[in-house]
């Protein structure tokens, strides 16, 4: 069973647009993790919140952690037509990670 | 390039068939993960091998069984296949998983089941 859930399951933006993806998840945690991927390929590591933080930015992303509602949210700013891919979250909760259905991204040019 | 790599690339099998699946981890990682990724949907862990041990098992059956080796390299084997192991399977490797750190994924192997 999947502990993450994404909200929306897809979403299309113009280029230039920010993007904002929800994960909610069901258990306590040790870290909150999203990956990106491309067409079916392997997944790529984006950004790690550890469960004591709130917030935290890399580049053109901004993940925010809210342990007491147990959910997450994935902001790219700036999007391009590069970004457009799958996004998931990843909970850990012990050695192994558990992941949502994802959000399936399109940006537009 | 994360530099775990997975063989073969792509995998035809009919049902009731055996296969085995090949992960190189990433240089100085002990422990590696497979997950299980069916089409539109997230990926579903399978088990973790960490020091040649298993480490922990998903909701799968025992025909799904997999080793790791001394130089942290693993197999996945997938004995009397059915038509729904037709799916994405990707390994990841990583120090064992903590507060910090992160998997990194190989580029998966797609088996289709026929």
């Known amino acids: ?109 | 390039e994360t530099g775990v790599t997975q063989s073969p690339t792509h995998l035809i099998k009919t049902r009731g068939q055996q296969v085995t699946l090949r992960c190189s981890s990433q240089s100085g990682h002990n422990t590696v993960s497979w997950y299980q990724q069916a089409l539109g949907q997230g990926p579903q862990f399978i088990f973790q091998y960490y020091r040649e041990e298993e480490n922990g098992r998903g909701n799968f059956p025992p025909r799904f069984s997999g080793l790791q080796f001394p130089n942290y390299s693993s197999e996945l084997n997938v004995n009397a296949l059915e038509l729904d192991d037709s799916a994405l399977y990707l390994c990841a490797s990583s120090f064992p998983l903590g507060e910090h750190n992160e998997q990194f994924f190989g580029p998966g192997t797609r088996l289709t089941v026929l």
């Open chain 1, 1 to 109: 069973s999947q502990q993450g859930e994404e909200d929306p399951q897809a979403l299309s933006i113009q280029e230039g647009e920010n993007a904002t993806m929800n994960c909610s998840y069901k258990t306590s945690i040790n870290n909150l993790q999203w990956y990106r991927q491309n067409s079916g390929r392997g997944l790529v590591h984006l950004i790690l919140i550890r469960s004591n933080e709130r917030e935290k930015h890399s580049g053109r992303l901004r993940v925010t952690l809210d342990t007491s509602k147990k959910s997450s949210s994935l902001l790219i700013t700036a999007s391009r037509a590069a970004d457009t891919a799958s996004y998931f979250c990843a909970t850990n909760a012990g050695n192994m990670l558990t992941f949502g259905g994802g959000t399936r991204l399109m940006v537009k040019p």
